[in-house]
């Protein structure tokens, strides 16, 4: 079936640090892509999307391409801060689906001063 | 623009009682889509209501019910709970749910409401 698989964490980074969080997919057709970031004690935001391949989403400096051939959509920004310590879900969304965000299991990143 | 809301943000209950939670979408969004969230199984999606009608329904027992009103509000129910009901439970509006052509329809989520099983 459909799947996301992110790379495990916690991650810990030192403030201005690059970030990279993984995130890989398997899904039959042309899902759309997402990233979602949840703040502690918080519901889920939408980061950024990416609808077909080579398209890029961006976000308040985070990034990802949508990568068809490699079935990818990593999370990277350049210089993070310690705001930015949160979980962030990577999730698919299949054409024609309803309501069903398909999501892996997040990531937490920790943003030391 | 108000949010999506959700009420109420904390619940405790024993095993075996029911549950009721509560969710007002965006206004003017007529999908609401509902997940379980859990340290172990993650992020799962529980059904979606669009026009007070379920369209979508993942892997959940029949315990696990929802409706929409005619305003778009809904409600999901859970009876006869058990330990492993607790979780956060979120609730998700979109214009329409549907992922199409044009691209998805971006599904914004509330705080969630926090059920505590004993």
């Known amino acids: 079936g459909d799947s996301v698989t992110q790379m495990e964490g916690p991650v810990t980074l030192s403030e201005e640090a690059f970030l990279t969080i993984n995130c890989t997919y398997t899904a039959t057709g042309y899902p759309s892509l997402f990233w979602y970031v949840q703040y502690p004690g918080e519901g889920l935001q939408l980061l950024l999307k990416?609808?077909?391949?080579?398209d890029k989403g961006s976000n308040k400096g985070f990034e990802a391409t949508y990568r068809k051939e490699t079935t990818s959509f990593h999370l990277e920004k350049g210089s993070v801060q310690v705001s930015d310590s949160a979980v962030y879900f990577c999730?698919?969304?299949?054409?024609?689906?309803?309501?069903?965000?398909?999501f892996g299991k997040g990531t937490k990143l920790s943003v030391k001063p | 623009k108000a949010g999506v809301t959700q009420t109420p943000r904390y619940l405790i209950k024993t095993r075996g009682q029911q549950v009721t939670l509560s969710c007002s979408p965006i206004?003017?969004?007529?999908?609401v889509s509902w997940y379980q969230q859990t340290p172990g199984q993650g992020l799962q999606f529980l059904f979606e209501?669009?026009?007070?009608?379920?369209?979508n329904k993942g892997n959940f027992p029949g315990r696990f019910s929802g409706r929409q009103f005619s305003n778009s509000r809904s409600e999901m129910n859970v009876s006869t709970l058990e330990l492993g009901d607790s979780a956060l439970y979120l609730c998700a509006s979109s214009w329409t749910g549907t992922s199409g052509g044009a691209g998805p329809d971006t599904q914004y989520f509330g705080p969630g409401t926090r059920l505590t099983v004993l």
């Open positions: 999730a698919l969304s299949k054409r024609g689906s309803q309501g069903n965000l398909i």
């Open positions: 990416a609808t077909k391949a080579d």
């Open positions: 209501y669009f026009s007070e009608t379920q369209r």
């Open positions: 206004s003017g969004h007529r999908s």
